[in-house]
Every structure is written in C-alpha cells, then in structure tokens.
C-alpha cells in the first residue's frame, strides 16, 4: 500500500493536483481513495461531483470523500469532549453551545479527519490513500501533534489517572464537581494508541511519502522550504516538489513578459532550495480544470509514462543533530561534490551555501534562526557537507 500526502500554501492548486493523482493512479488499475483534510473542503467541486463523509466511488477503481469533522470528533473524542463541557457547564463559563466548540483542542478537527487513514489502511480495500491536506502551516501543527501527546500520555497521563481513580470515591460525596470517569481515560489511550499506528506509517519512507505543491512565487516558495526543513525535523519523507501553474514558454504576449521573468527566477530558486528532490512542472491551463477529463489531463501532463505511486526520492536532503557542547551540526548528502571548496553566507534563517558549480539555498527551523554557521567540512568518505551553527553570544552592557 502507499500513502501520498500533498500539502502547500492555501492557493497553490494542491486539491487539483492531489484529485488528479488519484485520477491517472485509478487509471492505471490502482485500488485508490483520495481524501480532503482540509476544513475547507474543494475535492468534491475539484472532481465536480457532491460528495460526502465516507468513500464515495468516483469512477472504476477510485473512491472519494470529504470528512465529516463533527462524526469524527464524536468517535475519538466523545467521552473527553463531553466531560470537558459538563465541567465548563458546572463553573457556568459557557452555555451548552459554546462549552460543546471550545472543548475542542486546536487541530484536533483535522487531526480527527487524518485518523481515516488508519481505518482506509486496515480495511485492505485500496492499494493508494492520497491525501488533500490542509495548507502547510496547520498540516505542520497536525503533524506534530504525536510528539506532543506522546510527551503528556508517558509524563503526566499515568500520574493523573492513577491519583483520580483513588480519589474519585472520596472526593465524589464532597463536592459537586464533574470528574472524568475510566472511559474519558479509555478514549485519550485509544486516541494515543491510533496517533501511534498514524505516525509510524506517516514516517515509514517505504510506505508514505509528503509531496509539496508550490507556485513559482517568491513567498509559497519560502513557505515551502520551511515547510520542508520541518518535515525533515519531525521524520516525514518528502519525494517530490510539484511546480503549479508554470506559464508557457510559448506565451510572446508582452503583458505576460514580466510574469516569466520572475517564474523563472524562482524556478531556479527552486531547483536551488529543493534539490536533490525531483521537480515536476505543471503548465497554467487555459481553463479551470474540473472533472474528471481534465483532472485526467493534468495527471498525464505532471506524471507522463510515470507511475504516480512511485517514491521519487529516497534519504533526507538535510538533517540537524544537537552536540554535546550546545551547537548543531547541518548534515547535507552530497553525493556527486568533487570540489571541497565551500562557501557559506547567512541572512537570518537564510543559509546559502556554494561548493563549485553546486548551490543551494536552506531555511533554518526557527528555534535556530539566531544561530551562526561558522565552519563547513566535507566529509570525503561519506560524501556529506557538515556545516556547524553556533548560538552567538550576547555581551552585558556596562
């Protein structure tokens, strides 16, 4: 089975790009069902058919749906939701309609929405789940989600459940105060034990891969790189940059002249930012592409002879590992650098780093934007650029 993740900056032609994925895969025989994650929801008006909160079938061998996210929440997060809002009732800080809105943790909607993956998986009824993600910046907050509810279930979830089932019978007669019972427990281990079984199949490179649409645009471009050194961070095997929207070269009208400048300069901070990822393009259509004509269109263009289920890369593009002495150390692969004359210049989180006739152009995760990288070593051996970054230090005045 495969599972392809496609997310990028609202706008950028992500839920087109994902339908016509599933389209050209089911085509080829693929058993394939493509879900939309996103709050949002445009799948359905992308394939031009209504569509609804379980898999719909589309055409031969392609199923379809939009998440319902009130049926999801109710099912993973029932008995913590309801407890939450009878003791928010109790306090008298809401009335029902809110207490039921607010009892919902951020990200939790779409956090709900991406657990079908896990049903659609054990199911065995589809060969390739393709998912329409939110845009980047909430499918980042989703996907760090595991992380931080691992931190809490091993910290503070054992403690806490453990202190409450021995004084629940005591304090139950004193005061009048909801108390969340074993099922509220039951439901926070289920949901914990599903974000498992979520994350090792999101980070398992042999089975999921994330591929980033982006238009040829100085700020969906930025936001794609960090996206990306994010999705590095936290494991998550990205396999191909898909370009949107890319003007045609045979365009002479003057009134576009200025637009294939500028594509064209991203087009090669791109190349620069993302390699060695494989880059497709996909031209600007002349009209709106709905349905499944021209999805299947789109899909022949991006994809060509192509398999859409192939992994097109394989490995990290860049790792960070913390030394023993607080700094980090940037790994980046460099497997065809013969020349180990290496210059580095800094602009923020904006790290530029030039070997020969390589380039390349990396933002640096946030927490280490004030970090300076002060040497870089070429690992002949391993064929590795390792460039260390130092937290500079900060003189008192007086």
């Not at 050194?229 to 396999?239: A, E, K, M």
């Not at 004359?341 to 152009?361: C, I, K, M, P």
């Amino acid at each position: 089975m495969r599972i392809i993740l496609y997310t990028g900056k609202g706008g950028v032609g992500k839920t087109s790009i994902a339908a016509a994925t599933a389209v050209k895969a089911a085509a080829r025989g693929t058993r394939t069902v493509v879900l939309s994650t996103d709050l949002a929801h445009s799948l359905g008006d992308s394939l031009g058919i209504s569509l609804g909160p379980e898999p719909q079938k589309v055409s031969s061998n392609l199923w379809a749906q939009e998440t319902d996210i009130y049926y999801n929440l109710k099912t993973h997060w029932g008995a913590v939701q309801a407890w939450l809002s009878a003791l928010l009732l109790w306090q008298g800080s809401a009335d029902p309609l809110i207490a039921d809105e607010i009892t919902v943790l951020p990200g939790m909607d779409e956090l709900a929405n991406l657990l079908w993956i896990n049903r659609h998986r054990e199911s065995g009824q589809y060969d390739l789940v393709i998912v329409d993600a939110a845009p980047t910046g909430e499918t980042l907050r989703l996907l760090s989600f595991p992380h931080t509810m691992r931190w809490w279930m091993e910290h503070v979830f054992p403690i806490h459940r453990r202190l409450m089932g021995a004084a629940r019978p005591l304090l139950r007669p004193l005061i009048d105060v909801p108390l969340p019972e074993d099922r509220v427990y039951a439901t926070l281990e289920t949901l914990f034990a599903n974000l498992e079984r979520l994350h090792t199949m999101l980070t398992d490179p042999r089975l999921t891969t994330v591929r980033l649409v982006v238009n040829p645009e100085k700020m969906v471009v930025a936001e794609a790189q960090r996206a990306h050194t994010y999705f590095q961070l936290f494991g998550y095997p990205t396999d191909l940059v898909i370009v949107n929207r890319v003007l045609p070269v045979d365009i002479t009208d003057p009134f576009f002249a200025k637009w294939k400048d500028s594509q064209e300069t991203h087009l090669n901070r791109i190349h620069e930012a993302f390699h060695p990822l494989q880059i497709k393009n996909v031209p600007l259509f002349e009209d709106e592409v709905v349905g499944i004509g021209p999805l299947s269109r789109m899909g022949d263009v991006l994809f060509g002879a192509d398999d859409p289920t192939s992994i097109f890369f394989q490995g990290q593009t860049h790792t960070f590992h913390q030394l023993r002495d607080g700094t980090y150390a940037l790994a980046i692969p460099m497997p065809f650098l013969t020349s180990q004359d290496v210059r580095l210049s800094q602009t923020g989180e904006d790290l530029f780093v030039r070997a020969g006739q390589y380039r390349r152009h990396l933002i640096l995760p946030r927490a280490l934007a004030s970090y300076h990288a002060t040497r870089a070593k070429f690992d002949e051996e391993r064929k590795t650029l390792r460039i260390t970054l130092e937290k500079p230090s900060y003189q008192g005045i007086g």
